[in-house]
């Protein structure tokens, strides 16, 4: 029942349903984590900067390429497909298209986007490309490609120019993905994956959207070309509100990503508790900003319970379940993530729970005019981390 790409897919009408390509083009660790475990641990090889400057320029690029080549196929994007999703969601670092000075990346993703573009039109899929990491990074964490620094619109000289530079990139992204060609496929842009607004300053990050989403209209010109996504920056949808018209913004969607093991409070809840959570707060929440600003979607959300998944909080960062994770306590007393990332060893009820628990949220989301969403991730490396592996999770509800 896929809508063809030959006919407009009726945006604000029907739901997009999809999944995230995360880990591919931007490595994160506990996608694949077998690229992090080569490293000792004193070399503190945490994030895809540091990856490619220990292995160095020719080893890095050999071992990306091989990763490039084998994660995505096009048997995955089939099945994605097959599945009756509709859309992919391709996050992309920016080094696939620049890099400069003491940067240590290599620039082979570009190429390899271009292909899983065009398996994407092969199977029907349309596909939502998202600019994952600004220079000098956004948010200080691994799937920025440095973490550990806010170099990005920081207040500083240095963090304006990675503002700017950012604006380039994404100019060049959209250059290229609004032609003629793409228009039936590429269908949605994300102009920036999670700028932190509490590290850069809520204003900052919405005036830089601001000026991304007039550089993205130069490009496109108006109505035409993607529709624009931009992050709230985990400020919450209620301060967007009225931000962005759509009598002034041409076709913008407010993008919100909702997990409950990042925060203290949500991963302690219980599990009727998060369902209840997912059915009143994060619907109306939805429910609300469609109304208050328009369009409004949920770019990532996952099944995890808990924050176990190895190198989930990134390399070596143990978990907020069972307190390991600096600054943190257990979510409940004697909590353990003993087992818990075994889906083997997982109660049958646990199991139907997870999917209730899917599903529940695909509903919250679509409910009351939502834009829709994608599940983050479409797998891990041999279902490693499974509460976060939509494949492993249609698998095991046959």
């Known amino acids: 029942n896929l809508i063809p790409l030959a006919q ?37 090889v945490i994030d895809e900067w540091t990856f490619c400057k220990s292995l160095g320029q020719d080893e890095c690029r050999k071992q990306l390429r091989r990763h490039y080549e084998t994660f995505v196929t096009e048997d995955d994007i089939s099945k994605i497909a097959d599945l009756g999703l509709d859309h992919v969601r391709i996050p992309v670092g920016y080094w696939a298209l ?39 990074s956004q948010n200080g964490w691994n799937h920025s490609g440095r973490e550990g ?32 060609k793409y228009r039936e496929v590429v269908t949605l842009f994300g102009i920036l994956n999670e700028p932190y607004a509490e590290k850069v300053g809520l204003a900052r990050v919405k005036q830089w959207s601001k000026q991304a989403y007039q550089v ?12 624009l996504v931009v992050h709230e920056g985990f400020s919450g949808l209620g301060k967007w509100q009225g931000e962005m018209p759509p009598s002034k913004y041409d076709r913008v969607v407010l993008d919100v990503h909702n997990y409950f093991i990042f925060d203290k409070y949500l991963v ?20 609300t900003s469609e109304e208050k600003f328009g369009w409004t979607m949920v770019g990532e959300f996952s099944v995890a319970t808990d924050d176990c998944a190895l190198f989930l909080n990134g390399v070596g960062k143990g978990a907020r379940w069972d307190g390991t994770y600096k600054g943190s306590t257990p979510a409940h007393p004697g909590a353990t993530c003993q087992g818990r990332t075994d ?20 509903d919250a989301f679509e409910k009351g005019g939502g834009f829709g969403w994608f599940y983050w991730n479409f797998k891990t490396e041999g279902g490693v981390n499974p509460q976060w592996d939509y494949f492993l999770g249609v698998a095991s509800d046959t």
């Not at 003491?102 to 600019?131: C, I, N, T």
């Not at 619109?153 to 994404?170: D, H, K, P, S, V």
């Not at 993205?216 to 529709?227: K, S």
């Not at 889906?343 to 695909?362: C, D, H, N, T, V």
């Open 216 to 227: 993205a209209r130069e490009v496109t010109g108006l109505g035409e070309g993607p529709i």
């Open 343 to 362: 889906a083997s060893k997982w109660a049958p009820e646990y199991i139907s729970f997870l999917r209730q628990f899917g599903e529940k949220q695909m």
């Open 98 to 136: 620049d890099i400069q000075d003491d940067e240590p990346y290599v620039q082979d993703s570009w190429e390899f986007l271009l292909r899983g573009v065009e398996w994407a039109r092969k199977h029907g899929l349309r596909v939502m490309l998202e600019l994952h990491s600004a220079p000098g």
């Open 268 to 287: 302690g809840l219980d599990l009727p508790g998060k369902l209840n959570f997912t059915c009143t707060t994060w619907q109306q929440d939805v429910r």
């Open 8 to 44: 407009q897919f009726p945006y604000g009408k029907k739901p997009v349903r999809g999944v995230n390509l995360g880990g591919w083009l931007l490595l994160e660790p506990f996608i694949k984590p077998s690229m992090f475990e080569q490293f000792p641990q004193n070399e503190h």
């Open 149 to 180: 620094i806010v170099g990005w619109m920081n207040g500083t000289a240095t963090g304006l120019a990675y503002g700017e530079r950012t604006l380039r990139i994404m100019r060049e992204m959209l250059e290229h993905f609004s032609q003629p």
